[in-house]
């Protein structure tokens, strides 16, 4: 499908539900800069939002197309990368004015889903000028955002435009070039667990929007030469892809087609390292090298017998307060309120085990997504070193609490 059949929405849908997506356009090529007087036609009081990095990227050139459409200009400071937390999210909402009528980012992840969380609580729109074909939120309906030091994902909208110059893309860090590259392929994980969830808890699901994401990732993954090249067409491809994606997510709602236990472990680690100081890679990155970590579970259940474990809540309390210390009561919070240890799945799980494996059989094997660390340039040693055997052992055990969705980390948990 192309990037105007996507939003122009799938209607009589076989799964019952019509998908509509609110972006109004998408520029994406050599040039797009220059469309931004007329997809922001009609914007007297801009904020433009940026951090250093992304503003000395093209910030000045955006001005440039805009003019006196600007009303101010907000860099975010910080050493080391910005997180999005409470104290950013204050920093944009003290720069709007009563006259304020547009937010503009100017970034990726970090800068988009701040300028989509603070306009759609404010009731403005926004648009995102793209600096790195990154990560797959550009045009996703979810702001995630590190609140109270959980991972948390606020209900938003999609930005009303996006614009991606592929000149501009093409000179982004190459970490962020291999990012953009691992979220999409680590689509192989959580599509496979959007069926296990259907299966074992009747949760709904969307053929269409299903193999929308699944081609994408396949179209994806012979790029990777290509992209650690430069090649501005294959990146530019790279970002249709990235927006297909976020747009597959706006169809239903959420992050389903495009997030599962590869993201939950991505979080993990992203989480972990910023309470206790310690490195983590790129998101998109850890996705990939989580992918590998997914794939290898989905592999031992296959040679596992199920039976269901069972669960001592004063151990697993003690557990969260050490892995997630600050953060633990907003994790334990979470799971009381789902209740999903205490429930019943059993007549779920084991008489369905054999479909159960089938499902899990579609997946890439673990050697199958090391292959494609190695394609696009990555050293799976570095992120085991980097995490160490411990962590890595936790994030298999724990990362699942910190989200509300079932996956292949809680049917490995319980049943392995």
């Not at 040039?31 to 990095?53: C, F, M, T």
């Not at 030091?149 to 606020?154: E, I, Q, Y």
């Not at 085990?353 to 799976?380: F, H, S």
Request: net charge negative; with cysteine; charged share 25%.
């Amino acid at each position: 499908m192309t990037q105007t059949e996507l939003t122009a929405g799938i209607h009589d849908c076989a799964c019952g539900r019509d998908h509509d997506c609110p972006i109004k356009a998408i520029r994406i090529g050599a040039n797009a800069l220059q469309s931004l007087p007329e997809v922001l036609d009609g914007y007297r009081h801009i904020l433009l939002v940026a951090d250093d990095n992304t503003d000395a990227v093209c910030g000045e050139q955006v001005r440039e197309q805009l003019g006196d459409t600007v009303e101010a200009t907000l860099i975010l400071h910080a050493d080391g990368v910005v997180v999005p937390d409470e104290t950013c999210i204050a920093e944009i909402e003290a720069k709007l004015t009563a006259d304020t009528d547009m937010l503009v980012g100017i970034g990726s992840g970090v800068i988009n889903d701040l300028c989509k969380d603070v306009s759609f609580r404010h009731g403005l729109p926004y648009g995102i000028v793209a600096t790195a074909p990154s990560m797959d939120g550009y045009a996703s309906v979810g702001a995630a955002l590190i609140l109270g030091g959980m991972k948390v994902t606020r209900n938003a909208r999609p930005p009303m435009v996006i614009v991606a110059d592929t000149a501009v893309l093409k000179t982004a860090p190459l970490d962020m070039l291999k990012a953009g590259y691992g979220d999409i392929v680590g689509k192989y994980s959580c599509l496979n667990d959007w069926k296990l969830s259907t299966a074992i808890y009747g949760e709904y699901f969307c053929q269409t929007v299903y193999d929308l994401t699944m081609d994408t990732a396949k179209a994806v993954e012979p790029l990777a030469e290509r992209i650690l090249g430069r090649d501005e067409q294959a990146i530019g491809l790279l970002m249709e892809a990235l927006v297909t994606v976020g747009i597959a997510m706006s169809y239903v709602g959420n992050s389903r087609p495009a997030s599962g236990s590869e993201h939950h472990l991505s979080h993990f680690f992203e989480i972990t390292g910023i309470l206790e100081g310690s490195p983590y890679f790129a998101h998109g990155i850890d996705v990939l090298y989580s992918a590998v970590v997914t794939a290898r579970l989905r592999e031992k259940l296959l040679h596992s017998t199920p039976h269901r474990k069972a669960f001592d809540r004063a151990a697993w309390e003690a557990e969260i307060h050490r892995v997630y210390s600050t953060s633990a009561d907003g994790v334990i919070a979470l799971q009381n309120k789902l209740g999903w240890y205490e429930r019943d799945d059993e007549s779920a799980v084991i008489p369905q085990w054999e479909a159960l494996c089938n499902i899990l059989r579609e997946a890439p094997t673990e050697k199958e997504m090391k292959g494609l660390v190695q394609r696009i340039g990555l050293d799976y040693d570095e992120f085991l070193t980097t995490y160490g055997e411990a962590k890595l052992a936790d994030a298999v055990k724990y990362a699942k609490d910190l989200k509300d969705r079932y996956s292949v980390l809680w049917l490995y948990h319980q049943y392995a």
